[in-house]
């Protein structure tokens, strides 16, 4: 994570900008899918991924699955593709890396 300033957003397309832009950012989360993990209106550490980001089972990401921007869990990895998932056992779809624009180092 870069020791510059950090942006600060929404789960919106100018975040993940940023984020593929090579920024760092504080992102803010709506919605109770991810309790008891993240409340609604928690922010978030957000670390735009590189090469050597690696991605695991369970790590919290900001992605966009289905024309929609979430910060949610992988819930699982096959062939080099994500599931990606809520806090509560909903599925939303499968990713790859190039819909996922950050990983969650700090929940604030």
Not at 9 to 25: I, M, P, T, W
Not at 56 to 69: A, L, T
Not at 79 to 100: A, L, P, T, V
């Amino acid at each position: 994570m870069s020791q510059g300033k950090l942006f600060t957003g929404k789960e919106s397309r100018f975040s993940a900008e940023r984020l593929q832009n090579g920024e760092d950012g504080i992102i803010i989360g709506f919605g109770q899918s991810m309790t008891p993990i993240l409340k609604s209106g928690q922010p978030v550490k957000v670390a735009h991924l590189t090469e050597d980001t690696e991605l695991r089972k369970n790590d919290i990401v900001f992605c966009k699955v289905n024309g929609h921007y979430y910060l949610h869990k992988i819930l699982s990895i096959r062939d080099g593709r994500y599931q990606i998932g809520n806090n509560h056992g909903h599925i939303n779809g499968w990713i790859g890396r190039e819909k996922i624009f950050g990983k969650v180092i700090e929940i604030l």
